[in-house]
Nanobody, 116 residues
Framework: EVQLVESGGGLVQAGGSLRLSCAAS????????IGWFRQAPGKEREGVSC????????YYPDSVKGRFTISSDNAKNMVYLQMNSLKPEDTAIYYC?????????WGQGTQVTVSS
């Protein structure tokens, strides 16, 4: 059974930092690229980072490039997202999942709120 458990969100002022964690289980972790997604109220879910757990290659959209850093610990089946220089527009619920063909199952996510 696939499980994805996100944690680490919170309320932070603009310019601050947060580190999100994703605990994954129920699938062969290093067979997939794993990423972080976010969904703000009234908006579609969007991908904000992706890491190939086999070779460490990463991808970021322009909106977060240079501010967010994704990493993984394959021994622990964990993926992390270090978010720096946060902006109010980063406010959203953050989820982890496979980058390509995400599982139908989504975890509960973790709320990130950035105040101006």
């Amino acid at each position: 059974e696939v499980q994805l458990v996100e944690s680490g969100g919170g309320l932070v002022q603009a310019g601050g930092s947060l580190r999100l964690s994703c605990a994954a289980s129920g699938f062969t972790f290093d067979d997939y690229a794993i990423g972080w997604f976010r969904q703000a109220p009234g908006k579609e879910r969007e991908g904000v980072s992706c890491i190939s757990t086999s070779d460490g290659n990463t991808y970021y959209p322009d909106s977060v490039k240079g501010r967010f850093t994704i990493s993984s610990d394959n021994a622990k089946n964990m993926v992390y997202l270090q978010m720096n220089s946060l902006k109010p527009e980063d406010t959203a619920i953050y989820y982890c999942n496979r980058c390509y063909a995400p599982f139908d199952y989504w975890g509960q996510g973790t709320q990130v709120t950035v105040s101006s």
